[in-house]
């Protein structure tokens, strides 16, 4: 039995013990990795991400009255709200992004009666691999299930964006949402975020991606992530100011661009600037690289991104650079560079199949030299995106 099978059993079980009833409805959604294209996404532009091998199962009933029982399966812990306006909540943050969900679905089809709901996964929480857009887009499709509202994917993608921006005040883009529910087996998913035009591009059966989680979570991490967005938009206000074409996002700036203006600019912004503007060019070079089947050319744009993040976007540290530089001298890597919003969470290792215990080991083993303890790591797998299980008939009700 898989481990994904095993977590969905002890959902179900514990549903049935705490609700005295079955689930209805269970839908799954997995986490992400990002490969190349940090930062890019709120700049409509390009990333390279991909749908992974841990996510969340989400299981819901529907209920007579108007109460909606939420429980987070892990702790047994449980908010009791009215379904058809949900507020954010203080204390209990980890609901708000269910309710946010709720809140964006409300607005195509109210919620007409309550229900219990349950959830549970195997993501680390705050390892960078999108727990939260895992849980947001495995209770949206539950909901709309249960509910009968008929969302698109980048439908559900947006009101899981909007759970984020209004009930947990981040900031964020779309590449978390998009990647847990476009995910293809074996495949990278390409995103444009300005066409909103989702693309699969095949990957090289003989690499695979590991995943070294640091455990650190620094303090502060929203609001930096909502002032890096911030830098990025003042960057390019400055380039429409500038340049003689329209100019709507960093997307527009190229690298030629930068080059040009970037001592005209206060330090920070252009440096700021150049993290998504040279991102950018990486995805694309790299669709190009996983086309000619270069994947040591592909790793080297990995490593480039990870630079560009600890020197112009900052948004490193010490942990993540230790795995990066370390990583860069075991045999059998081929790339590594932080994974989605960064200031901790976890770096990302592209190594030879052939090689990955071997690299994971010694991984572990550079980090624990200094740290004192071992980074935990996880062979990541390419993977379908988020769906409704089969098998759950909704009870009349
Ligand atoms: C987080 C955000 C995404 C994206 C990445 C950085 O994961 O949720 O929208 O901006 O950071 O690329």
Known sequence: MSVMQNVKDVLLRKFKEKFAMDAAIVAYAPG????????????????LSSAINFGTYFA???????????????????????PASPEPSQDRVWSNYVKGVLAGLN???????????????????????????????????????????????????????????????????????VSSLFGQKDHLVWSDFRTYEINPVQINPDVCFLMCDTKVKHALV?????????????????????????IKALRDVTWEDWLEHHQKMDDLTARRAAHPIGENERVISGIEMLRNNDMEGFGRLMFESHESSRVNFEN????????VAGAQAVPGVLGA??????????????????????VSTTLR?????????????????????????????????
């Open 365 to 397: 083993n550079i980090y624990a030299n200094k740290y004192g303890e071992r980074c935990d790591t996880r062979i990541l797998v390419c993977s379908d995106g988020a769906r409704v299980m089969p098998g759950q008939a909704v009870p009349a009700g």
């Open 60 to 82: 819901v009933s529907p209920r007579e009255d108007n109460e909606a029982h939420l429980i987070a399966g892990d702790v047994m812990q449980e908010v009791v709200f009215d």
């Open 222 to 246: 929203d609001g930096e992530y909502n002032e890096r967005r911030r830098h990025c938009e003042e960057a390019a206000a400055y380039f429409a100011s500038t340049l003689d074409r329209p």
């Open 337 to 358: 560079r932080l994974s989605g919003g960064g200031f901790g969470g976890s770096a990302v290792v592209l190594a030879w199949r052939r090689d990955v215990e071997t």
């Open 316 to 323: 490193s540290c010490p942990e993540l650079d230790t795995l």
């Open 107 to 177: 607005e195509k089809k109210k919620a007409t009666h309550g229900f219990n709901a349950m959830f549970l996964g195997d993501l680390p929480l705050g390892a960078g691999l999108s727990s939260s857009a895992a849980l947001e887009v495995s209770s949206g499709l539950a909901f709309a299930k249960l509910y009968d509202i008929d969302v698109s994917k980048m439908e559900l993608a947006r009101i899981g964006q909007r759970a984020e921006h209004e009930f947990a005040g981040v900031k964020c883009g779309l590449l978390d949402q």
């Open 32 to 47: 992400r990795v990002e490969i190349l294209g940090n930062h890019t996404d709120y700049n409509e532009g390009y990333t």
